[in-house]
């Protein structure tokens, strides 16, 4: 055994000063090997981790409310009307659905609930799952062509852009995705790794999955967000000379006057650019890992967590790009409200007074007095 004084001697003489230094030098003068270095960005994957272990319900809670009373405002008032609330209304069911899988998802990797150890249900979590985001950022590429129509030809847009057709639009793109992505219910099955129930591609499958996977890539990944990306250029260079056009039409005495149509898909403007432009962004770096198959860890869990945050704050961006819908939530607030106190001073009524009830013998021994009062009533 090697006493303090030699220790601190024999490590001064070959300059090791720091703790880890000292450390290595025990187990290689006991023998044992060193330690393995940490990995490097080892601790900010912990922090991002553990930051998104708490993040996701939220998140979950917070989006799936919001989505909520995005479906009621634009299906169940006067903004059901056009074809454009159709797609919000649908795109508000679909986000709901992914935030209830990645959240089933976040139970079991992070919390250790075994959801994927119920029959069935790692199958249904993945199809819902896929077909969802499918659902969801095709939606949103109809609300901005929807807009691109309005604003590019607005006399055709009562013919193309009708609330039957954007029905009709909506359940075409669900009956796609649930043949598209049939694949999942046969080609993933739970598999038991290292102690935990896990959602993988079966024994023998993994090369069909992996062509199918590859395929979804360019069909959720690629041609969405190129088409969006495409249609809001076009869609501001619009709006910048529409309004260079406006503002020379004012200064001058004679001038064509803009059209009311145009003039009208111009105030909607604000709303389809910001959940575009907000759905983009916050999936790009999801989609590039995708793509480009990252693994890094932080960069592929923290572009899922942005994608999850996309499909949560739609309705705020509605409240803050759209008057009208800011106008129909304080509507349905006022009658909720009023719906609620009525509720509770009812109660609150029929608690105080309780109700009188009359048998037959009561009612029959005063039956002059009845008729008397009947017979003045008439």
């Not at 330690?35 to 912990?46: C, E, I, N, Q, T």
């Not at 949103?140 to 193309?160: A, E, H, M, R």
């Not at 304080?330 to 106190?341: A, N, S």
């Amino acid at each position: 055994m090697m006493d303090r004084p030699n220790f601190t001697s024999l490590c001064q003489s070959r300059g090791l000063n720091a703790t880890a230094d000292i450390l290595i030098l025990c187990r290689s003068e006991d023998g044992l090997p060193p330690p393995p270095p940490v990995p490097r960005g080892y601790k900010l994957f912990m922090a991002v981790n553990d930051f998104i272990k708490l993040a996701v319900p939220i998140i979950f809670s917070v989006g799936f409310t919001l989505n909520c009373v995005a479906f009621y405002v634009f299906s169940r008032t006067k903004l059901k009307e056009t074809s454009s609330s159709r797609y919000i209304a649908a795109i508000a069911v679909v986000d709901n659905v992914v935030l209830l899988t990645h959240f089933l998802t976040h139970l079991s990797n992070y919390f250790e609930v075994p959801v994927f150890e119920i029959y069935g249900l790692c199958q249904i979590n993945n199809f819902f799952n896929c077909t969802c985001i499918f659902l969801s950022i095709w939606y949103v590429t109809s609300l901005v062509i929807d807009k691109f129509i309005g604003l590019y030809w607005p006399v055709k847009k009562s013919d193309y852009c009708t609330e039957f057709r954007a029905k009709c639009v909506a359940v075409s793109f669900a009956i796609f995705s649930i043949v598209f992505y049939h694949y999942l219910v046969w080609t993933i099955g739970p598999t038991e790794s290292y102690g935990r129930v896990l959602c993988l591609p079966m024994e023998g499958l993994a090369e069909t999955y992996t062509k199918l996977n590859n395929l979804d890539y360019v069909v959720v990944a690629i041609l969405p967000y190129f088409t969006i990306v495409i249609l809001l250029c076009l869609m501001t260079y619009k709006v910048c000379t529409f309004k260079s056009f406006v503002r020379q039409v004012n200064g001058s005495i004679r001038g064509r006057t803009p059209s009311v149509s145009r003039e009208q898909e111009l105030k909607t403007m604000p709303l389809v650019m910001a959940v575009a432009m907000t759905t983009v962004s916050l999936g790009l770096l999801h989609n590039i890992c995708r793509i480009f198959r990252v693994i890094h860890p932080v960069a592929s869990t923290g572009g899922v967590f942005l994608s999850q945050v996309s499909y949560a704050c739609k309705m705020l961006l509605y409240l803050i790009t759209s008057e009208r819908c800011r106008d129909q939530l304080l509507d349905f607030g006022r009658q909720l409200v009023r719906h609620v106190t009525t509720l509770f001073s009812c109660r609150r009524h029929s608690d105080t007074e309780p109700t009188r009830f009359i048998s037959v013998n009561q009612q029959t021994d005063r039956s002059p007095e009845f008729h008397r009062i009947i017979e003045g009533a008439v």
